[in-house]
């Protein structure tokens, strides 16, 4: 009986590339595997079928022999007259090739860095949060911070064996630092549990760390703190966090900043915002008034006549300064009109005397508010 032409087997064409190839062998491959078809003894010839002709066409040589010569380039087994291809036939390689691509990643890593040797365990990275004040932020900041931290055994030098002893090749995986396990007709590959990964144990552990190549220990480090840093900025200093397993590189450790409320100031980005409260007669008969900047320094600045609560007075500059000094943003001064309290009955009698003499164009606002309000009523009545 003739053999079915492999692009027919595959459902696709001749000129078909290689990833058009692979995902209809995978359809193919999963419709067709034997331990889901239990009550189709058909099942199991597609599949076979399916992955001699995906095991010739993956292979560009193979696929150039097979489209030039057909069958007759092969002995069947998927191995090419005179040319040698070293006999790999179709078993559980060609699903195997297919399976490691889609879910290679998700079973501990794929392709030649899951194959290739022994994994050095990288340290963890750290978190370390760090408070500041306004005017830390403003001007900048070198601080010592002390960090608890897992370091390099430095009896050891961080290889995990005693002095003069060499780790040797774990028997379990032969120094690959994986193994795999047949699970149905999946291969699984996972980190050795021997070595944990390493590919090699360690039979003479040095005493000071235990074999593990770290030992705990607080370290002082030294930060600078950029000016103009904000709330939530996060400072990276590599290779400071925990030690790697037995030589393994450092973690890295990321220092973030908070900024303490302060008592005068809010900032917004580069501004920052004052509440000043000035009194009942200078907002409504104008002045001047001095005012702090961030960092101790003072600005005056004039209150014209009839000043309301809210008005904002803008001095250009005096705001915190962008990320390294990158410009400077603006101060934003907000009066707050306050209300005079526990008057005296002089003071009182003063007040109606004034309240007697205002009209409505002392109070525009308050007089144009209530002649709306009128209006509005009068149109309820209607």
């Given amino acids: 009986m003739a053999k079915r032409d492999y692009y027919e087997i595959l459902g696709v064409d001749r000129g078909a590339d290689a990833a058009t190839i692979k995902s209809a062998y995978r359809k193919l491959a999963m419709k067709y595997h034997p331990d889901r078809n239990q009550d189709d003894p058909s099942a199991e010839q597609k599949f076979k079928d399916a992955g001699e002709a995906y095991d010739i066409l993956k292979d560009e040589q193979k696929r150039a022999a097979y489209d030039q010569f057909g069958h007759e380039a092969f002995d069947g087994t998927g191995n090419q007259h005179g040319a040698g291809f070293g006999g790999q036939g179709f078993g559980a390689s060609s699903f195997s090739d297919v399976f490691d691509d889609l879910f290679g990643d998700f079973m501990g890593g794929g392709g030649a860095g899951r194959r290739g040797g022994q994994t050095r365990n990288?340290?963890?990275?750290?978190?370390?949060?760090?408070?500041?004040?306004?005017?830390?932020?403003?001007?900048?900041?070198?601080?010592?911070?002390?960090?608890?931290?897992?370091?390099?055994?430095?009896?050891?030098?961080?290889?995990?064996?005693?002095?003069?002893?060499?780790?040797?090749?774990?028997?379990?995986?032969?120094?690959?630092?994986?193994?795999?396990?047949?699970?149905?007709?999946?291969?699984?590959?996972?980190?050795?549990?021997?070595?944990?990964?390493?590919?090699?144990?360690?039979?003479?552990?040095?005493?000071?760390?235990?074999?593990?190549?770290?030992?705990?220990?607080?370290?002082?480090?030294?930060?600078?703190?950029?000016i103009g840093v904000e709330e939530g900025t996060r400072i990276r200093l590599a290779g400071e966090g925990e030690a790697g397993m037995r030589g393994g590189p450092a973690g890295d450790l990321y220092i973030f900043l908070s900024i303490a409320p302060h008592d005068l100031f809010q900032r917004d980005g580069k501004d920052l915002f004052c509440r000043v409260p000035i009194s009942m007669t200078q907002a409504a008969l104008g002045g001047q008034i001095e005012v702090p900047t961030l960092g101790g320094g003072r600005a005056r600045i004039s209150i014209p006549e009839g000043t309301q609560s809210g008005k904002q007075f803008r001095l250009r500059g005096k705001g915190m300064p962008g990320l390294r000094g990158q410009g400077k943003g603006d101060l934003y001064i907000q009066s707050v009109v306050e209300t005079p309290v526990k008057l005296s009955r002089k003071q009182k009698d003063l007040l109606k005397q004034l309240d007697e003499d205002m009209t409505d164009k002392n109070s525009p606002d308050t007089s144009g508010f209530f002649s709306k309000v009128k209006g509005f009523w009068d149109e309820l009545k209607d």
């Fill in 122 to 226: 990288r340290g963890n990275d750290l978190r370390y949060n760090m408070e500041i004040t306004l005017e830390e932020a403003f001007e900048g900041k070198k601080a010592d911070i002390r960090v608890p931290s897992s370091v390099s055994c430095e009896a050891c030098s961080g290889s995990g064996s005693a002095e003069g002893a060499q780790p040797t090749s774990c028997p379990t995986c032969h120094g690959r630092g994986r193994v795999r396990a047949q699970q149905g007709f999946f291969t699984v590959e996972r980190a050795c549990p021997s070595c944990h990964g390493q590919g090699k144990i360690i039979k003479d552990p040095c005493t000071s760390c235990g074999g593990s190549g770290r030992v705990q220990k607080e370290r002082t480090l030294s930060v600078n703190i950029p």
